[in-house]
């Protein structure tokens, strides 16, 4: 059974950081492609970040270009966000998804339950 | 950037009935389109992807159509259980933008 666990999340204030895990199980981590998406409360889904299966290629939404990183340790199973310089707008759910394949021109077929990132000062 | 757009934004629909959402793109995606139901307080669920493949152990009256711009979701007969947000979202190349959501009530 695939599973995806974030952790990481919390409260932090603004311009502060955190680092997301999302550690998968079920599957073969290292064949696939992977993303954060976000949710702000009572809003809609915003693509973060994907990465591919090797952490080839990385890429980024505009708004967090710069100050958010993703990356994966595949021997532990593990996915990674890295949030620099945060902002009251980038408080949201951040779920972890797992793409069909091994690059992001594949939807995702699983997701995480999310963890909570709330910027407040 | 390609822009996604879904109509309507909401949908009040009654049982059995047939209800048809669109999404399209600003530019063209071939069929890289995914369509992703996420029912209150609950995570993104894969409904459709390839623009019309339907995800394993998804009920068959969800369908999907289109390519290029235009596409649409369908649901042959609403169910109560149906009740939920329904977003698309391109995958051709990044950004992996969704559409603004349609929320389906009965």
């Known amino acids: 059974e695939v599973q995806l666990v974030e952790s990481g999340g919390g409260l932090v204030q603004p311009g502060g950081s955190l680092r997301l895990s999302c550690a998968a199980s079920?599957?073969?981590?290292?064949?696939?492609?992977m993303s954060w998406v976000r949710q702000a409360p009572g809003k809609g889904l915003e693509w973060v970040s994907s990465?591919?299966?090797?952490?080839?290629?990385?890429y980024y939404a505009d708004s967090v270009q710069g100050r958010f990183t993703i990356s994966r340790d595949n021997s532990k199973n593990t996915l990674y966000l890295q949030m620099n310089s945060l902002r009251a707008e980038d408080t949201a759910i951040y779920y972890c998804?797992?793409?069909?394949?091994?690059?992001?021109?594949?939807?995702?077929?699983?997701w995480g339950q999310g963890t909570l990132v709330t910027v407040s000062s | 950037d390609i822009q996604m757009t879904q109509s309507p934004s909401s949908l009040s629909a009654s049982v059995g009935d047939r209800v048809t959402i669109t999404c399209r793109a600003s530019q063209g995606i071939r069929n890289y389109l995914a369509w992703y139901q996420q029912k209150p307080g609950k995570v993104p669920k894969l409904l459709i992807y390839a623009a019309s493949t339907l995800q394993s152990g998804v009920p068959s009256r969800f369908s999907g159509s289109g390519s290029g711009t235009d596409f649409t979701l369908t649901i042959s007969s609403l169910q109560p259980e149906d009740v939920a947000t329904y977003y698309c979202q391109k995958y051709n190349s990044a950004p992996l933008t969704f559409g603004g959501g349609t929320k389906m009530e009965i």
């Open positions: 998804a797992k793409a069909r394949g091994s690059n992001i021109a594949a939807a995702d077929n699983y």
């Open positions: 990465i591919s299966d090797s952490s080839d290629n990385t």
């Open positions: 079920g599957f073969t981590f290292s064949s696939y492609a």
